[in-house]
């Protein structure tokens, strides 16, 4: 319905995909989100698309785990 142009539906499908364990289709449509995110987005877009490529799921406990592993 968007054309595959709204970063925040691209997210919604990226974390539909984790969830299902497809991680690879995860990290390509997080990758497209974080194309068309805000600037003011962008890091919690990377952050998820971090987890994604560790293969993490995208729940908040998680998330802050390997982001905070990202970093270091």
Same mark, same amino acid.
């Not at 691209?10 to 984790?18: K, M, R, Y």
């Not at 805000?38 to 971090?50: M, S």
């Given at each position: 319905?968007?054309?595959? =142009? %709204?970063?925040?539906?691209?997210? !919604?499908? /990226?974390?539909?995909? /984790?969830?299902?364990?497809?991680? !690879?289709?995860?990290?390509?449509?997080? =990758? *497209?989100?974080?194309?068309?995110?805000?600037?003011?987005?962008? &890091?919690?877009?990377?952050?998820?698309?971090? &987890?994604?490529? /560790?293969?993490? *799921? &995208? %729940?908040?406990?998680? &998330?802050? =785990?390997?982001? !905070?592993? /990202?970093? =270091?």
């Amino acid at each position: 319905l968007c054309e595959y =142009q %709204r970063w925040a539906c691209l997210g !919604t499908l /990226a974390a539909a995909h /984790a969830e299902l364990g497809h991680f !690879t289709e995860a990290v390509e449509w997080e =990758q *497209k989100c974080l194309a068309l995110a805000p600037g003011d987005r962008q &890091n919690e877009v990377r952050e998820r698309l971090v &987890n994604y490529q /560790a293969g993490v *799921k &995208n %729940r908040r406990s998680q &998330n802050q =785990q390997v982001a !905070t592993l /990202a970093r =270091q």
